[in-house]
């Protein structure tokens, strides 16, 4: 499958249309930006790992009966993915408090919670993703009651089969974001990617920082710590 015309070009990938209507190849780039677009710099060898976790990562969803956009790793950086038109929300699921949550609630970071948390933030840039409730989704026509039923399902899911896959490597999932997209008969699938781009990921034992936050808080060995969550998840697989 060949790369035809860009036609979207990301902070972190780019996407380009092939001569199948229905499949685009994504590109994955070391450039890496935080606070909207605020901070900016390059992590070596992201590219590399984000398309090779992402897509280890989404073959094992697709097993356990989660929907995704994957199709095939065509290099590196390169893979095919089935075209969606995105539905624009982040969906963030945690199981512990950090980031965002810890700032707006007053909980110091790392706090266990009772349960997984889900929330929604409406995809814009210009607004910059503001928070947004199950309700104003509806309002909004950004999803149908019935998709968000199924995306909330789907995100559950993907944390029960990622927190099981992260503890048995030593690492503690602590959040992620998702994002969801439509084919064109509407079936709703997991899209985007899942990599250390867009979760946090703790070591278990020491609860060193092995994601994106060591970017965002410059707290230095970026590129050593992707390394080692690939090196991770790699150790005893197939
Ligand atoms: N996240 C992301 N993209 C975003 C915002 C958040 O991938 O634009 C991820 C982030 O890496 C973390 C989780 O979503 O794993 C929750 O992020 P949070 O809301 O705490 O925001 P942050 O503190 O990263 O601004």
Known sequence: MQKLEMIYEGKAKRVYATEDPKLLIVDYKDDATAFNGEKRGTIVGKGVINNQMSNRLMRRLEQAGVPTHFVEELSERETLVRRVEIVPLEVIVRNRSAGSFSKRYGVEE????????????????????????????????????EELELIRRYAFRVN??????????????VDFKLEFGR?????????????????????SATGKKLDKDRFRRDLGGVEDAYAEVMRRLCEHDE
Do not use: M, Q
């Not at 266990?112 to 309700?135: C, H, M, Q, R, W």
């Not at 084919?183 to 070591?203: F, K, M, N, Q, Y």
């Open 183 to 203: 084919l064109a008969d509407g079936t709703i699938v997991l899209a985007d990617e899942i990599s250390p781009d867009t979760c946090r990921l703790w070591d």
């Open 160 to 173: 029960e089969v990622l927190s099981a896959l992260w503890a048995s490597r030593g690492i503690t999932l």
């Open 110 to 145: 790392g706090r266990v919670f009772d349960a997984p948390t889900i929330e929604f933030s409406y995809k814009n840039d210009a607004l910059g993703d503001p928070l947004i409730n199950s309700s104003h989704v509806i309002a909004l026509g950004l999803a149908a009651p």
